[in-house]
């Protein structure tokens, strides 16, 4: 659409608001519970006007049929324009349903929630879809239901299928698709449609590894024209590289709200620390605290670190770095280790190391030296270490997890020697 047609909104223009918001589901002891409890206590309120004891007692009755479970309770936050949210949370936070009431297939119980421009929403990918039709008859249909008219969905109806990739089952019946193929064309006709708001959920996984990558680059250019949107997932790293903010959903409520950095690691606080408490002997000793710089337990967490001696080092390309992390360590830790991550400005890991370490006998410092080039290049990096119990590889224990306090700074423009990050050794032939 041509911005003569669309006008740009201004960026400080609310996209979504969402006030007071609640969702409590009824459930029923029995099916006939559905029709007799309604009954039961309207009867109950003429009743009380005459009877008022006759009245609670009746009423009494039809609660002890229906029960409730309180999936939301009083969400409030507003996004603006071309701002980007990331919600996270574990499983039975709440995430989905929020979503389910924004984009309008859940009520809320109580409160309200403004929309202000055109929704595509990536919820249960491929639902829509007619399995009788065939996949170009589907992408009009949605593209119809999505607020399209036939000549618009005409227009990208070849960028689409290109992007599905599904070859010639696009005149095939959706029925013969696997599920994979169905939600690959499912989320090709959503983010075709040039939404104003983008909502998704857990949608960045379809598709194998190649088309999750394409999927990604497509929600990146989206993103750079200034659509709005709101993400739910576990992929942290996702929240990180596209969202602006995060929000951390616990047991239906927002339990914090900020930078998404901040929000994740409280998240991980939080998990880790269930985890670790539920390992945790009785008595013990030890529990998970939070640190000046993370979170772990105070008997195996990195006490003291520096970068060439500082906590910020500026460096050439090609220079070499050391870190040093002074690890305290108890005797409960059996199979002791450090790992130590080098992550970009976003926050996503670029390349680290696994260094297994001595049990100790006591309480006691360790020190560990770690040197390498700054292969990397033009940014700002950080320094992430993460102590483990680790007696195989994949029984892997975090006990604590501390970033943010060491950082470097590659100064040199490098995109002559090699593109992306960093270079990996490649041999060149003619």
Request: charged share 20%; glycine share 8%; aromatic share 6%.
């Amino acid at each position: 659409m041509s911005d003569s047609l669309n006008p740009t909104p201004a960026r400080d223009a609310i996209a979504i608001r969402v006030a007071d918001v609640s969702k409590t589901y009824r459930m029923w002891a029995t099916p006939s519970s559905r029709l007799l409890v309604p009954l039961m206590l309207r009867s109950a309120g003429v009743m009380g006007r005459i009877f008022p004891a006759a009245g609670q007692r009746l009423a009494a009755r039809g609660h002890a049929r229906m029960h409730t479970h309180t999936a939301l309770s009083d969400i409030s936050f507003e996004l603006k324009r071309g701002e980007a949210l990331g919600i996270i949370g574990l499983n039975g936070s709440g995430k989905s349903t929020l979503l389910q009431i924004i984009a309008g297939v859940l009520p809320p119980s109580q409160g309200a929630v403004e929309i202000h421009g055109r929704v595509a929403a990536l919820l249960e990918l491929g639902s829509g879809f007619n399995p009788e039709l065939s996949g170009r008859e589907n992408v009009f249909i949605n593209g119809a239901i999505l607020g399209l008219d036939r000549a618009r969905i005409q227009a990208v109806l070849d960028d689409i299928v290109a992007f599905a990739d599904i070859g010639d089952y696009i005149d095939e019946p959706v029925k013969t698709y696997s599920s994979g193929m169905a939600l690959r064309l499912a989320f090709a006709v959503q983010v075709h449609t040039e939404p104003d708001i983008l909502i998704v959920d857990e949608a960045l996984a379809v598709g194998d590894a190649a088309f999750q990558a394409k999927a990604m680059a497509r929600i990146d250019e989206i993103l750079s024209r200034g659509t709005t949107l709101l993400f739910v997932g576990h992929d942290l790293n996702a929240v990180k590289a596209f969202c602006h903010r995060a929000m951390l959903l616990e047991s239906g409520r927002i339990a914090l709200s900020g930078l998404p950095d901040e929000v994740i690691t409280e998240y991980l606080h939080r998990t880790h620390r269930r985890a670790l408490e539920a390992k945790l002997r009785p008595g013990a000793g030890a529990a998970v605290a939070r640190l000046d710089d993370g979170y772990g337990l105070d008997t195996a967490c990195v006490v003291g670190a520096a970068i060439n001696d500082v906590d910020h080092a500026t460096v050439g390309y090609g220079q070499t770095l050391e870190v040093r992390l002074d690890v305290r360590l108890g005797p409960d830790v059996e199979h002791p280790g450090v790992i130590f991550d080098i992550l970009d400005a976003k926050g996503l890991q670029l390349t680290g190391r696994r260094i297994m370490l001595p049990r100790v006998a006591s309480l006691m410092m360790l020190q560990v030296r770690i040197e390498f080039d700054a292969l990397f290049q033009q940014g700002i990096y950080r320094i992430r270490s993460r102590v483990i119990d680790a007696p195989e590889l994949d029984r892997t224990t975090v006990l604590s997890r501390q970033e943010g306090r060491l950082s470097f700074e590659v100064v040199d423009d490098s995109r002559s020697l090699f593109t992306g990050i960093f270079p990996v050794p490649m041999q060149v032939h003619f």
